[in-house]
């Protein structure tokens, strides 16, 4: 699994270590499928073809309108184009992380092993729609 890293306000404040996070934007006014992929090119140059529903949550209804759109993607070494980078004066200070799936379920299972919500639900999601990939 393809995540990232960049520093949050909260967790550094906490002194806490960074988030590993699936990559994710603001929708503005295109579509979950359209930002993703533009996301996906943008941070880590990953280009996505077939995109996975998984869910379409609210992000903490009390208090917010904000909806999460929640996708995998499959993708393959040569949808790979190169090194990551982001928009220029953004400054979103980026680390790209390649997890290994038993990695990434030793960080599912473990407690505090991932604390973005919406990466402990992808996670999840792949470890129950493609178990096989945690057999090696």
């Known amino acids: ?3 990232i890293t960049q520093p949050r306000a909260r ?3 906490g002194r806490e270590p960074p988030l590993l996070e699936a990559v994710a934007e603001n929708l503005d006014a295109a579509s979950a499928k359209d930002r ?5 090119m943008k941070e880590r140059r ?7 529903p998984v869910a379409n949550i609210w992000s903490l209804p009390p208090v917010s309108t904000e909806r999460i759109a ?7 070494a040569d949808d790979m184009l190169g090194e ?23 960080l599912v299972h ?3 092993g991932l604390t ?3 990466t402990l639900i992808l996670a999840q999601a792949l470890m129950l729609l493609e178990p096989g990939l945690f057999d090696t």
């Open 110 to 112: 473990k407690k505090g």
């Open 116 to 118: 973005d919500a919406k």
């Open 70 to 76: 929640l996708f995998l993607a499959p993708c393959a």
């Open 46 to 52: 990953i280009r996505i073809g077939e995109l996975i």
């Open 84 to 106: 990551s980078y982001s928009t220029a004066g953004e400054h979103e200070n980026i680390t790209i992380c390649e997890i290994f799936c038993r990695a990434l379920a030793g």
């Open 36 to 40: 993703i992929r533009e996301e996906a």
């Open 1 to 3: 699994m393809i995540l």
């Open 11 to 13: 967790p550094l404040a």
